[in-house]
């Protein structure tokens, strides 16, 4: 095939050179934008292995503080932060409790590090019900169970609050309750805090990605799944622009999109509809155990691959991701 401007043009000139392939870069990564999930549960001197997610923990308070120290010296972005609670009941109390798990990991975090990392709250009940759901759940009168959005939101709104006042930096609501971002803004604005930034799930999908978290933050829902709240991963691409624009329009600062390499789609969609809005993907616990699995087996180079994957998360418009590989991106980079 002939084309009339060979040998003018040869693209093959930006990348001969190391130096030059560097200099016409676009995409670069920097570990000041991710973010590090962490799993916090009570006890002391706890660090218990999370068996599908190699080299992750369930981690005491102690642990937490220590992780976090790391997180700071290796120039993360931030942490957030994911609760266990030693009882669960109908409705989650623990996530609502001054004294529960995630406050009083929040208070010890903050008077270890203070401003030198950013401590993230995920809000939402899964963790925290005995029944695994996002939410106040009742029974329908024709059988089957429905989580109610409009008293979950009222709940979601007394977890934010305790975060805030433990000295949360951000507070992402993760449950895909219509309405949420409302009901958080407007309830934090008039308790004081309207300078706290919501990173929400905008786009979360109910993603079958999702399984080793579930192990990780013991949250497997006991009855049913959560594809009444959840995105269909085959909806219209167009109903995560109607969820970012609906987030936008009640208060969202940062919005998410999760999982991330199975819908960077949805990433560059959201990115070419919302230019300015800091776009979020979360790198799931799926899309990290498969990889790690291949690359104990020797089948792919670990590093090699993340690097790669990390570039098309951001390449597709995420200017933030949340990864269980943070702290080796932090160290490759």
């Known amino acids: 095939m002939h084309y009339s401007s060979f040998p003018a043009t040869r693209l093959r000139r930006l990348r001969y050179e190391p130096l030059v392939r560097r200099l016409v870069r676009e995409t670069v990564l920097s570990p000041d934008r991710f973010i590090l999930p962490l799993f916090v549960r009570s006890g002391v001197g706890i660090r218990q292995a999370i068996p599908s997610m190699p080299n992750h923990f369930q981690l005491s308070i102690d642990e937490l503080v220590l992780e976090a120290e790391q997180a700071v010296s290796l120039g993360l972005g931030g942490i957030i932060l994911f609760g266990i609670p030693e009882t ?15 406050a ?82 407007s309830g934090l604005d008039r308790e004081g805090f309207s300078q706290i930034p919501i990173m929400s799930y905008a786009a979360k999908y109910a993603s079958a990605f999702y399984g080793p978290f579930r192990e990780a933050a013991e949250s497997s829902p006991q009855m049913g799944d959560r594809r009444s709240y959840q995105m269909d991963s085959a909806a219209a691409a167009g109903q ?72 098309a998360i951001t390449r597709a418009g995420a200017s933030i991701i949340i990864t269980y590989w943070a702290k080796k991106l932090a160290q490759w980079l």
């Not at 809005?277 to 090699?304: F, H, L, R, T």
């Open 240 to 311: 995560a622009v109607r969820e970012v624009q609906l987030d936008l329009d009640e208060g969202a600062d940062i919005v998410i999109v999760k999982p991330a390499l199975a819908y960077l789609d949805i990433v560059r969609l959201v990115r070419d509809r919302f230019e300015g809005v800091p776009i979020a993907a979360y790198n799931v616990s799926g899309e990290y155990c498969m990889v790690q699995a291949a690359a104990e087996k020797g089948w792919i180079d670990e590093k090699a691959i993340v690097l790669e994957s990390m570039t």
């Open 104 to 185: 009083r990991a929040v208070r010890a975090v903050k008077q270890t590090v203070g401003n030198k990392l950013l401590v993230i709250t995920d809000l939402c009940f899964c963790e925290y019900t005995d029944h695994g759901h996002c939410g106040v759940v009742y029974e329908k009168p024709n059988g089957g169970f429905e989580v109610d959005n409009d008293a979950t939101l009222e709940n979601l709104f007394r977890q934010a609050l305790v975060h805030a006042r433990s000295g949360a930096d951000i507070l992402a609501p993760s449950g895909m309750m219509d309405g949420m971002v409302r009901a958080l803004r």
């Open 88 to 102: 669960k009941d109908s409705i989650g109390s623990d996530a609502m409790s001054e004294v529960g798990i995630i």
